[in-house]
Structures are given as structure tokens and as C-alpha cells.
């Protein structure tokens, strides 16, 4: 029963959040949008030229704020894989690269909010295409992108082949919004 109520009010957490039913109770809105480490996102977002709130979306689909490792070996919040960790430290001229490091904020962060931002260059600045590369790796977006006609001819829906990345996009956009809309002193959104 209490299992019950529990999904029950994470539900209607989520549907006041989702549709702007004004101020949701800290506590609520911790559970059903969890946030942490705000600095290290805050720094992250100002270093790479990020919105802070893209960066909280990411993780928050990558492993909902819980450091973690997956089957495939991603670690951290922003789920990196060590390959992708040492072309990260290999391209930004960073310090030797150090497998256990991934499981630190600072540094998982500071690596993903890097891989976002080179895959935003690499996409002459296409967010949706770079969030994409993100989930399901760039020789699958190039491919995608090629098939397309070019990043101009580029469909965001139709041309996203995986359903797991068009969903993965389509929620990391969704976050976005919600992490704009309710965590924007938190996120340091609207300053500077």
C-alpha cells in the first residue's frame, strides 16, 4: 500500500511539474527532478559555453543523478565509457587519464560537458544532433546525417533511426525545460 502511494505521488509530482501547476514542494520536486552537484554544473556550463540546464538533462537521462556503472562500462553521472573518457582526455589536452576518476562528479561532468560541446562543433551547433551522437555515437548520427542529404536536410524526428535515442532525445528536451522552468536559481539561469 505505501509502495502505492509512493508511485502515486511521484506521478502527480511529476504531472505538477510537466504541466506548471505552480510551486511544487522542494521535497517533491527533489524526487521527481532530482538535481545535485549545481556548482559543478554551474562551472561546467560557463567553461564550455553550455547551458547549464542541458547539462542537468543529460545527466538526469543518463542516470538520473545516481552515480552508477552500466553493462557497456559507462560510468558516472554523465555515463561515459573509458574509450570515450580517453579520446576526452587525448583531444582537450587534459591530464593523464585515470579510469577510477570517472566515478568523481567533477571530473564525469567536466568530461561530459566537453564531449557535448565538441559533438555541438562537430554539428555546426546543432544541439539536437549533438544530444543524438551523445546516446548513439557520431558514426551512427554521420550516417544519419548522410542519409539526410546534410545537417540542413536533417529531420530531428524522422531521420533518428534508433526509437532508443529519438526517445532519449525527446526526453533529454523535455529535461531541459523543466530544469529551466523550476531550477533557475539553482542552475544560475538568467545570470551573468
Known sequence: MIGLLLVALIGLGTYALANGFGPVDDAVRGIVLPLDHQTIIRKQARAKNLDPELIAAVIYE???FRDQTSAAGAKGLMQITPQTARFIAQKSGGSAFVLRDLATPEVNIAYGA???RYLRGL???DEILAVAAYNAGEQNVDGWVAAAGGIDSFDHTADIRFKETRDYVAGVIEHRRLYRQ????ELGIGRD
Open 62 to 64: 543518463e542516470s538520473r
Open 123 to 125: 554539428y555546426d551547433g
Open 114 to 116: 566537453w564531449y557535448l
Open 182 to 185: 523550476h531550477y533557475r536559481r
